[in-house]
């Protein structure tokens, strides 16, 4: 027993403990190679599944007839979503408020008899998927919208009383042409009778301006039409013209008249002076008949004299 070799003692040891880890770290090491291709196509599924259903669309926006238009015309919008297999709904906006909305078909949401408020309009066309996972939702770029009064002329005298369409003008004397509601920046030309007056008139900034005009005293009379124009924007009023007034006649007023004129120049005489007597006036002078009837019991009282004093004796002669 004590003859035993004691330097095969970690022979057998190492055959013992070693081997068996060896072949542990074998076993594992396949595992893992055998495991990691199935957890990589595991977590990388979701993400490559999100990026092929989830298609990107884009939308765009229209305004039909334009983006110059009146509070009193009706507009169009009108969304394009691409590709034009997604479905969902627009929402058109403007200043922060919703101004219509419409579903999607065949790529297209439309919305018609918009009417938009006074002034400037950044309107925004957002597309909302029915299904997020199938499609993207999308907006597209702002579209300003101006939106001014409807175009107006209208004359007016030196006081800037309002004549033509309300009363007729005379030739021979000045007057003002306006215009509003056209397009900022626009050059308007005003014609008269067919004949374009110049040099016409720049719409300012709230689309409005004025031109002076002088009619010759020779301009004819007549019904006449004033239309002031520019592009697609037009408007027209009647134009009255009347020949140059002549002064009418005066006439002196009596002591008890006094004479009011007309604006047409007639000559108009005052009301009678009113009775300032106590009594009710009957439209009769009383001075007249009361000297009469002094004058006649006078001579009344004369003659009764006469014919009662004695008549007279005369001396005869012998």
């Known amino acids: 027993m004590e003859d035993v070799d004691h330097h095969q003692m970690p022979m057998t040891r190492d055959k013992e403990d070693g081997v068996p880890s060896r072949r542990y770290g074998v076993f594992v090491a396949g595992l893992v190679a055998a495991l990691l291709p199935t957890a990589l196509m595991v977590m990388a599924a979701p993400s490559a599944q999100a990026d092929t259903a989830a298609t990107v669309t884009t939308t765009s926006l229209r305004v039909e007839p334009g983006t110059s238009v009146t509070v009193q015309t009706a507009v169009s919008l009108v969304a394009e979503v691409s590709p034009a297999t997604a479905s969902g709904f627009v929402v058109f906006s403007g200043r922060g408020k919703t101004l219509a909305s419409a579903p999607v078909v065949n790529g297209r949401a439309t919305v018609g008899n918009v009417y938009l408020g006074l002034g400037l309009l950044d309107v925004v066309a957002t597309?909302?998927?029915?299904?997020?996972?199938?499609?993207?939702?999308?907006?597209?770029?702002?579209?300003?919208?101006a939106v001014r009064e409807v175009p107006n002329v209208w004359v007016t005298d030196v006081t800037g009383a309002i004549i033509a369409g309300s009363a007729p003008v005379t030739a021979g004397r000045s007057y003002t042409i306006n215009v509003s509601g056209f397009p900022a920046g626009a050059d308007v030309e005003v014609q008269l009778a067919g004949r374009a007056l110049q040099p016409g008139i720049r719409a300012d900034s709230s689309g409005g301006g004025s031109l002076g005009l002088a009619l010759a005293a020779s301009f004819p009379p007549g019904v006449y039409e004033l239309e002031a124009a520019a592009g697609s924007v037009t408007t027209a009023v009647v134009f009255y013209v009347v020949p140059t007034a002549v002064p009418a006649p005066t006439t002196t007023p009596g002591p008890t008249e006094a004479a009011v004129t007309a604006p047409i120049g007639v000559v108009v005489p005052a009301a009678p002076l009113p009775s300032t007597g106590g009594l009710a006036s009957t439209g009769a002078d009383p001075v007249g008949p009361g000297l009469a009837g002094i004058l006649f019991v006078v001579m009344g009282l004369l003659l009764w004299r006469v014919g009662s004093s004695p008549a007279p004796h005369y001396a005869r002669r012998h």
């Open 127 to 145: 597309f909302t998927p029915n299904d997020s996972s199938v499609f993207t939702p999308s907006m597209s770029a702002p579209m300003t919208v």
